[in-house]
């Protein structure tokens, strides 16, 4: 019986050290470059803010129909990204975020 | 017998500065504190900053400043005989790059991890800052051409390396899409990886290629340098998973299989092989050949990386003091990461004295200054390996050139990204708005002019090799200024950074003195080296008489107070 507890426990301790290992390597691989992932990321959010919100920002935008329906996906974002690009204020007059 | 005492000599005294000298720095000098609050935590932002368990730290450390300058480094310098290599690099790595690299990851601990530049500004003043934009703009347009030529020289004496040179980008091309793509394991990936890679060097091995006489009217060294800088230009501008990422991370693991095979080798051959790794090498080569210039102060800028390089402390400041999660583990990754950079050192010494057979065929090698380098590592580690681990000679020798070239193009292509960076920076500052197709055609047409200053073999590339280590020094005494300015203000002994200091920057400036004569001697002019050169020369004067200046404005002052690092504002600095 102790054997069989000694046994799980050893078990458990190895699956322990194979996952920290596994995470590891993970972050061997990812870590140096991560900060460029993020950025590049970022740029496609920031394409795709603009394509969602062309039309009221005020650029003609042919999709507009389609893309209106995506507003909702980037209100939460909004502030922090109108905020980012340099503009202290909301540019929307019928949106107050801040 | 000769190269395990060597190699056990030279363990043990790395082993020492970790164990002693480090372990002094950080209690007496450092003074690390686990309680302080660093940049990692106090800023952490999930990108730059982030806490980093120590090992994986060390492991990005490490492989970011391990290029080829190790290995190229010593294997040209043993021209002089090994014992002043293999000292210059083990006492180099224990009392100067250890100190050196510990050092500057926490000088830009202590300033919210603030790079080198940013540093140079508030302890030695503005200009220090300028400085630092051309000697790191000249450092990289120099590591780019050299390591071009480094390659050229590989593939041209090793054919067997070519197959896996150009093979390993497509294995990393499909590592990259494999975990990004098709979101497989990172593990299995990884060891399916490395096992193509050695496949393809078992290939390259039975399918040797060389290049005819002209292709595409170019003689073989002129075709792979443009090839080199074609393939360069192109893996700078694609998105990093692509090609960079998975290449960096394949190599970091090649890195430490190669150091394993390396180091096993001489053990396993000293002890079970009939043909011992004796020295083949003389301890001091008095009959050297026509042209090798001086030992000293040579000797101390051709060993760049390995003993002390400016280019560690760019690292340590630039990301890596970004990433530590508790102020003592700055001893393991600064002092231990340039210690890894000293074994590869010291491997490739051992390699290049070791492992070639008699003393006639090395005289041969070391035929003149610049003639052995990578060649002889690849020859004489290819025959270690034999001996040791009972690979054959010439498949030994293509997985050590497959490592070497690998290295170097890691190298090389990260650089050219880097410049280009450099060039738009300083597109931006006269208001010139450089996008990055132009700046990349820059960097391909000055690196490739540079290469082909000297004639279309890239002659010019391996030419400004000491200059590279000039440059290199330079920078690295320009960071032990700052720290030595740091640890007057705080009243701490200093003399473990003045000294290196002053020893390298009188070499350095002696050797660029030195070249600046030997490049106006008529029938081996060369002027756009000179150029350079001045360059160099006003840059190290400039540091010289800015640091002296901040370290008496520093003893002056009223001593810093115990907590003034901890209470500096926090800005956070873009990478």
Not at chain 2, 9 to 17: E, H, K, N, R, S
Not at chain 2, 129 to 149: P, Y
Not at chain 2, 167 to 187: E, H, M, N, S, T
Not at chain 2, 453 to 469: A, D
Request: net charge neutral.
């Amino acid at each position: 019986m102790a054997s069989a507890e000694s046994a799980a426990q050893r078990w458990e301790e190895l699956s322990r050290r194979w996952a920290a290992f596994r995470d590891g390597m993970h972050e061997f691989y990812v870590g140096p470059y991560r900060q460029m992932f993020l950025s590049e990321k970022r740029s496609e959010d920031d394409l795709f803010m603009i394509v969602v919100l062309g039309e009221a920002l005020g650029v003609p935008d042919p999709a507009a129909f389609y893309s209106a329906e995506l507003m909702p996906a980037v209100w939460d974002d909004f502030h922090a990204w109108h905020r980012r690009i340099g503009i202290p204020d909301s540019p929307l007059d019928h949106i107050a975020c801040c | 017998m000769g190269s395990l005492v060597l190699m056990i000599i030279g363990l043990a005294m790395f082993a020492a500065g970790y164990m002693v000298y480090s372990k002094y720095l950080a209690k007496r000098v450092y003074k690390l504190n686990e309680n302080f609050k660093t940049p990692s935590h106090e800023l952490n932002d999930g990108v730059d900053y982030v806490p980093t368990n120590k090992y994986i730290l060390w492991g990005h450390h490490f492989t970011s400043v391990a290029g080829a300058a190790p290995i190229v480094g010593p294997a040209i310098a043993v021209i002089w005989g090994w014992l002043p290599a293999f000292l210059w690099v083990t006492l180099g790595t224990v009392f100067f790059a250890g100190m050196h690299d510990f050092g500057t990851l926490w000088a830009s601990m202590r300033n919210k991890g603030r790079s080198i530049g940013a540093l140079s500004g508030r302890y030695i003043g503005k200009r220090g800052a300028n400085l630092f934009l051309i000697v790191i703009f000249l450092l990289l347009l120099m590591v780019i051409a050299a390591f071009a030529v480094v390659i050229k020289n590989l593939l041209i004496s090793t054919p067997t390396s070519v197959i896996p040179t150009w093979g390993a980008i497509v294995v990393a091309l499909l590592v990259g899409v494999a975990v990004y793509r098709l979101r497989w394991p990172l593990l299995p990936v990884t060891i399916v990886g490395v096992v193509v890679l050695y496949a393809l060097i078992v290939l390259g091995n039975s399918v040797p290629v060389v290049l005819p006489e002209s292709t595409l009217g170019m003689s073989p060294a002129t075709f792979w340098i443009v090839a080199l800088f074609v393939y360069g230009a192109i893996a700078s501008l694609l998105p990093v998973w692509v090609l960079l990422q998975p290449r960096d991370y394949i190599n970091g693991v090649q890195l430490f299989v190669g150091l394993i095979l390396l180091f096993g080798s001489v053990l396993l051959a000293t002890l079970f092989s009939a043909v011992k790794p004796d020295i083949v090498a003389p301890m001091f080569n008095t009959d050297l050949p026509a042209g090798t210039p001086s030992m000293v102060p040579l000797l101390f800028v051709t060993i760049a990386c390995g003993a002390i390089s400016g280019f560690h402390g760019m690292v340590s400041s630039g990301t890596s003091s970004k990433q530590i999660d508790k102020e003592t583990d700055a001893r393991f990754v600064g002092y231990f990461g340039a210690v890894g950079e000293g074994l590869l050192s010291l491997g490739t010494i051992l390699a290049v004295i070791g492992g070639i057979k008699s003393v006639a065929d090395w005289n041969e090698i070391y035929s003149s200054f610049g003639a052995g380098g990578v060649d002889a590592f690849v020859k004489g580690g290819g025959a270690l390996m034999e001996n040791g681990i009972g690979l054959p000679a010439s498949l030994s020798a293509t997985v050590l050139a497959t490592m070497a070239v690998l290295f170097a193009a890691t190298t090389m292509d990260t650089g050219m990204r880097l410049l280009r960076f450099v060039v738009q920076e300083i597109g931006e500052t006269v208001k010139l708005k450089i996008t990055k197709f132009p700046a990349t055609v820059i960097v391909v047409v000055v690196g490739l002019g540079l290469t082909f200053s000297q004639g279309l073999g890239g002659e010019g590339g391996l030419r400004i090799w000491p200059l590279f280590g000039t440059t290199n020094q330079i920078m690295a005494s320009l960071s032990l200024s700052i720290i030595a300015v740091m640890l007057i203000r705080k009243r701490r002994n200093p003399l473990p950074a003045i000294i290196p200091l002053v020893l390298v920057f009188v070499l350095s400036f002696w050797a660029a003195i030195d070249q600046l004569i030997a490049f106006t001697t008529p029938g081996s002019q060369d002027w756009l080296l000179f150029a350079l050169d001045v360059i160099i020369i006003f840059a190290s004067v400039w540091v010289g008489v800015e640091a002296v200046l901040a370290m008496r404005r520093a003893a002056k002052e009223p001593p810093e107070p115990e907590h003034e690092d901890a209470e500096l504002s926090a800005v956070r600095e873009d990478v």
